[in-house]
């Protein structure tokens, strides 16, 4: 009878301590682990602002249309689906485990003053302010980024973002496009310069410029290079005064007709595309892809 109730004393004790285990883990977890940091509604949202080394990016919906600040703090057009893809980079910020408690590891994890800090407002109410760190390797395939609250001492570890996809270069949210043709549905092309102008037709599968045989292969290059093709380099100082210098127009099968326009101002080749015809461009490697001369496409 004795060794029963002896037993029973033991057993007692060992519930008694797994529930005071159980409680304290519970309960010092959770004040200490975040198991979600990023809580907004990515409809709702009207403005980001995010902050990098000196830099700041500021993002506003103004009249249902996304607006980007420039690095001269010019306002232009920013896509929805860069802006979009900007939130749902931050809606993929989960902790996957807490790496420090306090600022004493701020500066090893880069969530400090080295930090991104990324802010996002829905109306007049700021519903997110985040510090983005150090990316970090951990293994072959796997990756992270150390991650805080703004206002909050914890440092976590947010498995598979990718910190460096929320930019402060404005050009990552705008349109970058200067052509989407299909290589195979462009029938003629006509280049128009200042001292000399010739058309590259397709006839039965052939290419001719100017009713003489061309170099199939050049020409093939050279419209690979057009069919998807975009640039990060913005004109935002320029303005177009009088006709451009050159122009190239791409007939296509079943759809509209593509130019590209070029304006030299002080030497500097701008281009201007009807694809994208808010924006500028300002890149002399687009004089090599774009304005070709003839000799280019002659057959040898």
Avoid at 148 to 174: C, H, I, Q, W
Wanted: proline residues 3%; hydrophobic residues 35%; aromatic residues 10%.
């Amino acid at each position: 009878m004795k060794s029963t109730l002896k037993l029973l004393g033991v057993l007692g004790i060992l519930i008694a301590l797994y529930f005071v285990v159980q409680f304290t883990t519970d309960r010092g977890r959770s004040k200490s682990f975040r198991s979600e940091l990023v809580q907004i509604d990515t409809a709702a949202v009207t403005k980001v602002q995010i902050k990098a080394g000196g830099e700041q990016l500021v993002m506003e919906k103004e009249a249902g249309k996304w607006k980007v600040n420039t690095a001269t703090d010019k306002k232009v057009a920013a896509t929805s689906s860069s802006v979009k893809g900007a939130l749902n980079s931050l809606m993929s910020v989960k902790p996957s485990r807490l790496v420090a408690k306090d600022d004493s590891k701020w500066k090893d994890y880069q969530v400090d003053s080295a930090g991104t800090r990324v802010e996002v407002f829905e109306g007049g109410e700021k519903t997110l302010d985040l510090v983005v760190g150090r990316f970090n390797m951990e293994g072959q395939r796997q990756f992270s980024t150390y991650v805080r609250l703004f206002d909050k001492p914890e440092v976590y570890s947010a498995a598979n973002f990718m910190g460096a996809s929320l930019s402060t270069n404005s050009a990552s949210y705008r349109n970058q496009q200067l052509a989407r043709i299909t290589k195979d549905s462009v029938y003629q092309v006509t280049f128009e310069y200042p001292d000399s102008a010739f058309t590259l037709s397709k006839t039965d599968g052939k290419w001719l410029l100017d009713g003489h045989p061309a170099d199939s292969a050049n020409t093939a290059k050279y419209l690979q290079g057009i069919a998807y093709l975009s640039n990060r380099n913005f004109a935002d100082d320029f303005n177009p005064i009088g006709s451009p210098l050159y122009s190239v127009t791409y007939l296509v099968k079943s759809g509209n007709p593509l130019k590209m326009e070029g304006y030299v101002p002080n030497g500097e080749l701008v281009v201007r595309s009807d694809s994208n015809p808010e924006e500028y461009f300002k890149d002399a490697a687009l004089s090599d892809k774009v304005f070709k001369g003839a000799g280019y496409f002659l057959a040898r």
